[in-house]
């Protein structure tokens, strides 16, 4: 078998395992805590579609995380409480505007491509700011969880598992697309942007088609990070939130199927280590944090080439 | 003679410079036409511009009868008109063979998001065949680009403009950078292929150029000052003058 085959097969294991053995031990609060990463793995893993096999250094990809949650916050606020309604919005919604904002940023390349797509993300921050409908700065509280027949997104381990099977699916999902052969054309265009043209290969359409499946995996993220807080903020969109999912695919390794995933993991848990390590010392202390993520991160950088996901298989990416 | 390319009056300066200062050509059906000149004659510019990699600023461009003259590379490749590069690129990150595939998947048009393309015997039979044909070592198929050696690369390139299967195919100095029997490989490749294709071959080793083509043009600052059968050239006072004098 697999080294990476080895690996899946035991993160699915400890995965399923983890809300039975967190409520012996009477620590819910672990749930909790995996299942955001696990919502932010999905967000992650649809990121490493464009980043990772594309190429494509989205600076804005928490837009379609705010466009999921905001969808199903609303849709909740107006009374519309359809689980599939709502999560069907949240996809198709973030598919529209990652269209919009794919077929504006995607004609640039480089430093053009980060600055534009974090522009419109801040355009969409602000607008969320600025809706006092939806509690404007404050957020909104989400009024009521997303209705599925027979699934109650309410009960924590439900929801839980719920993201830990969409999390697996949307892995798979970017797995199969990167082999396919519209995959090889994105892998292609990053590799050699010339070549790749000089072959016949339509760039544009290509990269907007990843950037629009991209963005609507990341608008489900979104629908489910809503079921998760039950509070729905701006500071979803903001950048701060691109550039946690962007570390979390870099650390991970990117164009790897598991790097997103084990980025995710590891961005997460650092975070809430060195705000417990440092809250033993005051409570000052643990709001300073990033002071020592940021040299953590850099290091990790350097010393994994690969990403974290170098240490888990050998597969070319 | 049917022209299969047919330039008009292309020009195209960057600042002062005129890389290409008019120049007019036709190429028939069939034949290989080679493009020398001395160095900075404006050879690769002129071969871009026929790619699509370039705008010209003025005159047209017009391919099996389509005025191609504004449209993008990616377009051009899929109606055939197929190119190497000076500089060596290929997709290093993958396999000689799967470079080969990628072409073959560029040129058949057909997309899919779930089937795996790493097995796929549609893409990969083809590319297998065209290594085959132009004699690439089969132990080397599954290494990767960037460690395969310069001539190999070379090699990579023509295969991928083979496997688009164009009805031109530009080759910029095809043999650039490559040891002596390298060369000979290259050529006596280039020799098996002439007559099937329709080649423009933009070439500094005179010895190739006068074993494989048909007919040659001479570019010289940006103009094309004659154009005519290996002998004609050989024979021309002005391009002795201009180019061949300093080294025959």
């Known amino acids: 078998m697999s080294r990476a085959a080895v690996f899946w097969i035991v993160a699915v294991v400890v995965l399923a395992a983890l809300p039975p053995v967190a409520s012996a031990l009477g620590q819910p609060y672990y749930v909790d805590l995996v299942r955001r990463i696990l919502i932010l793995a999905i967000a992650a893993t649809s990121l490493n579609l464009i980043l990772g096999y594309g190429g494509m250094v989205s600076f804005g990809h928490a837009a379609y995380l705010g466009i999921g949650a905001y969808s199903v916050g609303i849709l909740a606020f107006y009374g519309v409480t359809s689980g599939w309604l709502q999560w069907a919005t949240a996809i198709a919604g973030s598919a529209l505007v990652a269209l919009a904002i794919g077929a504006v940023s995607i004609r640039t390349s480089g430093i053009y491509f980060i600055m534009i797509t974090l522009a419109f993300t801040q355009m969409l921050y602000y607008l969320g700011i600025s809706l006092e409908v939806f509690g404007g700065d404050d957020g909104m509280r989400l009024k009521a969880r997303s209705a599925f027949p027979l699934v109650d997104l309410g009960d924590p381990v439900t929801l839980y598992y719920v993201a830990l099977a969409l999390m697996l699916a949307s892995v798979f999902l970017v797995s199969r697309i990167s082999n396919s052969r519209f995959g090889m054309a994105l892998r292609a265009a990053k590799s050699n942007e010339a070549r790749a043209r000089a072959i016949g290969f339509p760039l544009y359409p290509i990269r907007l088609a990843a950037f629009v499946i991209s963005g609507a995996m990341c608008g489900l993220a979104g629908a489910l990070y809503a079921n998760h807080t039950n509070y729905i903020t701006p500071g979803l969109m903001s950048w701060l939130q691109s550039g946690d999912l962007m570390f979390m695919v870099i650390l991970g390794g990117i164009g790897s199927a598991p790097g997103p995933v084990l980025g995710a993991f590891a961005f997460v848990l650092l975070e809430e280590l060195l705000k417990s390590l440092l809250g033993l010392k005051s409570q000052d202390w643990a709001e300073h944090w990033a002071l020592l993520m940021g040299p953590l991160l850099v290091l990790s950088v350097v010393f994994f080439r690969r990403g974290l996901a170098g240490l888990v298989s050998r597969e070319h990416g | ?248």
């Open chain 2, 1 to 248: 003679m049917v022209s299969l390319l047919s330039v008009q009056e292309l020009w195209k300066s960057f600042g002062a410079l005129r890389a290409s200062d008019g120049i007019s050509l036709e190429v028939a059906a069939g034949e290989t036409h080679a493009v020398i000149g001395p160095n900075g004659a404006g050879k690769t510019t002129f071969i871009s511009q026929l790619a699509g990699t370039l705008r010209p600023d003025g005159g047209s461009i017009s391919f099996a009868g389509e005025d191609i003259t504004r449209q993008p590379a990616a377009r051009r490749a899929r109606h055939g008109l197929a190119r190497s590069f000076q500089i060596t690129s290929v997709f290093l990150d993958f396999t000689a063979l799967q470079n080969v595939a990628l072409a073959v998947l560029a040129h058949s048009g057909r997309t899919g998001f779930w089937r795996d393309a790493r097995t796929d015997a549609l893409l990969l039979d083809p590319a297998h065949s065209v290594l085959e044909k132009i004699g690439f070592e089969k132990t080397r198929f599954n290494v990767l680009a960037a460690n395969l050696s310069h001539g190999e690369q070379r090699q990579l390139e023509v295969a991928m403009a083979l496997a688009t299967e164009p009805r031109l195919l530009l080759l910029d100095e095809p043999m650039a950078g490559m040891g002596i029997e390298e060369s000979q490989r290259m050529i006596s490749l280039l020799s098996s292929l002439k007559g099937r294709l329709t080649i423009v071959l933009v070439e500094h080793d005179m010895d190739a150029v006068f074993r494989l083509a048909d007919r040659i043009s001479v570019l010289v600052y940006g103009r094309i000052i004659a154009t005519g059968s290996p002998q004609t050239i050989r024979a021309n006072e002005q391009v002795r003058r201009a180019y061949l004098g300093e080294d025959s």
